[in-house]
């Protein structure tokens, strides 16, 4: 499978190069430092420079034509409003129309445990700018013709993996998990068409990630 991560130098994208290298996936990275170059080609991605959130929709489409998978794992990192809705919002709805337009088989969203319409963060907190910018991506999602899959971690940690994780279907709430482990899911994820149309929340826990995606969607013939 030919696999374009958009948000190629993040934590999980650059844990997730090498997941995919080694399951025999062909993987691009998007960057916006050319800087960043080394760093995924030592991931075992091929980089590529593009900055999603100043591409229109006819470049991005240009960008993500030819491949079997998009990941998104890009974001503004916490910076102002306006930059968090033109990227967590903006370009990744705009990537979406493109993987539509160009007929990408699978598209990844990474987003957060407790995201939607419902998030409940106060207008006032800096974290509501996010919280409504995904919202309003992961809508756009889920309405799309694509088989879609949205990962929602809870809060992030650089802890060591532990292949396990746990989700509300066993009565977790909003935790913690490595991003290695998120990652491990991303991986997953892709190589199970049947998991395409769900919502996976999921914390770090004990249950094995295959495991737990059996439980959220049966590959046929189980």
């Known amino acids: ?30 960057i916006r430092n050319p800087e960043h170059a080394d760093d995924v080609e030592r991931d075992g991605a091929t980089p590529l420079v593009a900055d999603v959130q100043q591409l229109d929709t006819t470049e991005l489409t240009d960008l993500v ?8 794992s890009a974001g503004a990192g916490g910076g102002s409003p ?12 705009r990537s979406i129309d493109a993987a539509e337009a160009v ?3 699978r598209y990844v969203m990474v987003s957060y445990f407790g995201a939607g319409p419902n998030h409940g963060v106060p207008q006032d907190d800096p974290f509501f700018a996010y919280a409504e910018a995904k919202t309003a991506a992961d809508q756009r999602l889920q309405e799309s013709a694509l088989a879609w899959t949205l990962v929602r971690p809870s809060a992030l940690t650089d802890d ?4 396990g994780i746990e989700t509300p279907r066993t009565g977790a709430g909003k935790g913690s998990v490595p991003r290695a ?7 997953d994820v892709l190589d199970r068409p049947a998991t395409a149309g769900h919502v996976l929340e999921f914390n770090g826990g004990a249950t094995p990630v295959a ?3 059996d439980a959220l969607a049966p590959t046929p013939g189980q």
């Not at 034509?65 to 998104?72: E, H, K, L, P, S």
């Not at 060591?160 to 292949?163: D, K, S, V």
């Not at 482990?181 to 991986?187: K, L």
């Open 103 to 105: 007929g990408v088989q």
């Open 181 to 187: 482990d998120v990652a491990h899911v991303i991986a």
């Open 211 to 213: 495991e737990e995606l």
């Open 1 to 30: 499978m030919n696999v374009l991560v958009i948000g190629g130098h993040g934590k999980v994208a650059r844990l997730l190069h090498p997941l995919l290298a080694q399951r025999s996936h062909t993987v691009a990275a998007v």
């Open 65 to 72: 034509r030819g491949y079997d998978a998009v990941v998104w």
């Open 160 to 163: 060591q993996p532990t292949g």
């Open 82 to 93: 306006e930059r968090t809705y033109a990227v967590d919002r903006d370009a990744a709805i």
